[in-house]
């Protein structure tokens, strides 16, 4: 695993922790951790597209990374509609007026999980 590889998979590593330990919490803070879980997937597809010679876009899009993903892999596409939920997160949820649901983090962090074990086999990296 090159260098910037490793460090987008540290990057994922503390937003996926930091999801985990705020969804153990009471009361439950549903905006960071579908915040934090959007930018584990995120650094996780930014990875893998580094380990693979792919440029990855400054994007929070994680459908648009998916797409230029799709060249390495074909099975990624069963993420798509995953991806495109957990994209809103980046940035909507972040501002006032919009407050994610505990069933919305709680699908978030399910989602993460799914896709961080998908991208972590991909990279050669423990499950």
């Given at each position: 695993?090159?260098?910037?590889?490793?460090?987008?998979?540290?990057?994922?590593?503390?937003?996926?922790?930091?999801?985990?330990?705020?969804?153990?919490?009471?009361?439950?803070?549903?905006?960071?951790?579908?915040?934090?879980?959007?930018?584990?997937?995120?650094?996780?597809?930014?990875?893998?597209?580094?380990?693979?010679?792919l440029?990855?876009?400054?994007?929070?899009?994680?459908?648009?990374?998916?797409?230029?993903?799709?060249?390495?892999?074909?099975?990624?596409?069963?993420?798509?509609?995953?991806?495109?939920?957990?994209t809103?997160?980046?940035?909507?949820?972040?501002?006032?007026?919009?407050?994610?649901?505990?069933?919305?983090?709680?699908?978030?962090?399910?989602?993460?999980?799914?896709?961080?074990?998908?991208?972590?086999?991909?990279?050669?990296?423990?499950?």
């Open positions: 695993m090159n260098k910037l590889t490793a460090e987008w998979v540290r990057k994922a590593e503390v937003d996926w922790q930091v999801a985990q330990r705020l969804a153990a919490e009471k009361p439950r803070l549903n905006d960071p951790i579908c915040f934090h879980c959007q930018q584990a997937v995120e650094k996780y597809l930014k990875a893998l597209m580094q380990e693979n010679g440029v990855a876009q400054r994007t929070h899009n994680l459908g648009a990374l998916l797409t230029q993903m799709l060249s390495l892999d074909q099975s990624l596409r069963r993420f798509r509609l995953r991806l495109d939920r957990v809103d997160y980046a940035v909507d949820y972040r501002y006032p007026g919009i407050h994610a649901t505990t069933r919305q983090s709680q699908s978030a962090i399910k989602t993460t999980l799914l896709i961080r074990s998908e991208l972590r086999r991909l990279l050669g990296l423990p499950v």
